[in-house]
């Protein structure tokens, strides 16, 4: 190793610090030059190179989004949606670049009224991704576009060593996905045994993909011969999509939702991502409590972020949905609606969630997505988070294309006028329409004080997203957490329905006080509530960005993977 490279390595210190939660960890890594926090090691380091060969954050994140489409295809996409914020510098204001999925024409309010199934082509959405990246380059980017889609074909031709998660994701998938053989040509192993750490993925389909992508540019998703191929598949299994529907979609610059908190300033996405919203109701909230004062581990505090995600949650149940097809109310995110609806808060009783509103119930979702934060050292920066909605989608690959797409139409409000206590949600501003965005939950988010960004941060989870960032908010902001310890720190979840408070390390007797009393206060843990992991439920995989002083710690988050945070 030359000199030069000897000095870097010691300058990106990559050290464990302590850590107040146990034993899982990552390293918490600095650096002044640019850093690249995500759930895959190559994704990450593909990102690195961009910045040290003149990249700036978007250029980065580009090449990120388009490397875990190859490195994590539980998430990792070319064939679903996403948010991305982007920070420009230098006093220009945050935008968000909204990528979200939308409903083929051929699909109406009620047409999966007797459908039950949520996975395979009738749950696919027309996907986002790739002229969302295609947007922000387009908007933001430095580097030639092919540069940028390079490393993740060659990550997709050569292979890479495939991790626990990956090995346990697909065997357990190539197992239950008999209906679609695609799946098993392109994720299954050659002579058909089972994955295991260490074994190398090679994609030749979708580095052909991305070769063409590189060569042809984003439209030629859209248009040409990958369209013509996504469109056959949707033949061939009875989809919705069609040539007219991939055409016409377009992903939208659109204006954060913000809130002042403290002395801070918060960005988030937008509606169709009700996250954002949910994500600044509930700041507004808890900026008319001293959470400083009662400290992390007090039930009191716990209580107030509970009460405030549950009004969030179940104002979005009725008011979220595409801000082109339903009237979102701005007034949601302002103080005013905050003062108002804290007045139920009691400081030592839960409220019920029936009595915020009645006849309605939440639903569950399953994993997964993923969330990943990028500096570069001219203080331009990137939060995005991207999804296929279930872990590896509708399940559906691109016959001879290599790549997955998305089942996000299951984030439709399904059976329109059903919302019961089974946990269907019926309500009208999420129901499908031909050309609208499904809600989502999905919130990158980025914190300033005085102008200078803080904090980037995001996380994957469904609905425990916004409930994921704001206790990361929170633990930086009030706790004065270090970035490790806020990301380590065990999360809490409200959704207003089911009525319970998810709490990750429930059963840990170093919060048994604390939960005893929340239960006192009538709080609801309930009891299909299991412990996960190692013991303990998980909650979100938040890769995030901490900027102090001039210099980026990267902390990245344990619970799906180890992820890395690259710095330089
Ligand atoms: O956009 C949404 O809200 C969902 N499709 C996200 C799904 C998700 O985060 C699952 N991941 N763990």
Redesign the pocket.
């Known amino acids: 190793m030359n000199r030069i490279k000897l000095l870097l390595l010691l300058f990106t210190v990559a050290a464990r610090t302590s850590n107040l939660y146990g034993a899982d960890t990552a390293p918490l890594v600095q650096s002044k030059q640019g850093m690249v926090v995500s759930v895959n090691p190559e994704a990450s380091d593909a990102g690195l190179q961009i910045l040290q060969s003149g990249g700036n954050a978007v250029d980065a994140a580009v090449t990120v989004a388009l490397a875990l489409a190859v490195t994590f295809p539980e998430?990792g996409n070319i064939g679903g949606g996403g948010f991305m914020m982007v920070w420009p510098g230098a006093g220009v204001d945050p935008v968000c670049i909204e990528y979200r999925e939308t409903c083929p024409a051929a699909v109406g309010r009620d047409t999966f009224l007797k459908e039950n199934r949520q996975e395979g082509h009738h749950t696919v959405g027309v996907p986002g991704t790739v002229r969302g990246m295609g947007l922000a380059h387009q908007k933001y980017g430095r580097l030639p576009w092919a540069s940028l889609v390079a490393p993740a074909i060659r990550l997709a031709q050569a292979g890479f060593p495939v991790d626990k998660t990956l090995a346990s994701g697909l065997n357990r998938l190539i197992e239950q996905t008999g209906e679609f053989p695609e799946f098993r040509r392109v994720y299954g192993k050659a002579d058909g045994s089972v994955w295991k750490p260490g074994d190398r993925l090679i994609q030749p389909d979708l580095a052909m993909t991305l070769s063409v992508l590189a060569t042809d540019g984003p439209n030629a998703f859209y248009e040409g011969q990958i369209a013509d191929k996504i469109v056959a598949e949707m033949k061939a299994g009875g989809g919705c999509l069609t040539h007219d529907d991939l055409a016409k979609y377009r992903p939208h610059v659109r204006v954060p939702v913000h809130t002042t908190y403290r002395s801070y300033d918060v960005f988030a996405p937008p509606p169709p991502s009700a996250?954002g919203t949910q994500l600044i109701e509930c700041l507004n909230i808890l900026e008319r409590f001293d959470l400083a004062a009662l400290g992390p581990k007090s039930p009191r505090a716990a209580h107030l972020l509970a009460e405030s995600m549950r009004r969030a949650g179940c104002d979005r149940v009725r008011f979220q949905g595409d801000p082109e097809f339903t009237p979102v109310p701005a007034r949601l995110v302002s103080k005013e609606h905050a003062e108002q609806v804290s007045h139920s808060i009691q400081l030592d009783q839960a409220t019920r969630s029936e009595d915020l509103a009645e006849d309605l119930k939440l639903t569950d979702?399953?994993?997964?997505?993923t969330h990943f934060s990028v500096a570069d050292g001219a203080g331009m920066a990137v939060a995005n988070t991207y999804?296929l909605?279930n872990s590896y989608g509708s399940r559906v690959v691109v016959r001879g294309a290599g790549f997955l797409l998305n089942n996000?139409m299951t984030?439709f409000n399904w059976k329109p006028g059903v919302t019961t206590r089974a946990g269907q949600v019926g309500t009208e501003p999420n129901v499908m329409a031909p050309g609208k965005r499904m809600v989502?939950?999905?919130c990158p988010t980025f914190v300033s004080r005085d102008g200078r960004l803080q904090l980037i941060t995001g996380s994957?989870?469904?609905r425990t997203?916004p409930s994921t960032v704001l206790c990361v908010l929170v633990n930086v902001l009030d706790f004065q957490m270090s970035i490790r310890d806020a990301v380590d720190a065990p999360r809490w979840h409200h959704q207003w329905f089911p009525d319970h408070l998810q709490f990750e390390h429930l059963g840990d007797p170093e919060y048994a006080e604390q939960l005893q009393i929340l239960k006192q206060w009538k709080h609801n843990f309930g009891s299909d509530i299991k412990k996960l992991g190692d013991g303990y439920r998980r909650q979100g995989d938040a890769h995030s960005i901490l900027i102090r002083d001039g210099t980026l710690y990267g902390a990245s988050d344990w619970r799906r993977t180890q992820g890395k945070a690259a710095g330089w």
């Open positions: 998430a996250g979702e399953p994993p997964s997505t999804t909605q996000e984030d989502s939950s999905q994957p989870g469904g997203i």
